[in-house]
């Protein structure tokens, strides 16, 4: 991949290889961690960080190959693909706050276990 791509254009072939790797790890993430479920899928936070990562990455890893093959033809299509993947990128950190806001509440268990300070030996 280092020898396929050239440092003056567009990544073609390794930014599409990483990027369709990671999709490929959100997609089974996401489908075997679902399976079994009886809760709602937004409860979880996997599910955020899954669907963040699948919504921002698939566009990425056609991103380059078509930026680098619509250069030469129309600037303001490259632009504007760009500018999409910025709006992508807004929108899977929304996702990725989701997921922060899902963790589990921690419930009191009934207290501390160390003796209570009584007033009268204060």
Known sequence: ???ADSLEDFPKYAKSVECLLVVAVA???????????????????????CAGTLVYFSYVAVLNPIADFM???SRDLVSAAFQLNAAL???????????????PQRTSSGGSS???VSSASS
Do not use: D, E, K, M
């Open 71 to 73: 250069l030469p033809r």
């Open 89 to 103: 990128g807004i929108l899977s950190t929304f996702f990725f706050s989701r997921a922060v806001l899902c963790q």
């Open 114 to 116: 160390l003796p209570r």
């Open 27 to 49: 997609a089974y993430t996401l489908i075997s961690r679902s399976q079994h479920l009886v809760a709602p899928l937004s409860r979880y936070a996997w599910f955020w960080v």
């Open 1 to 3: 991949l280092l020898t």
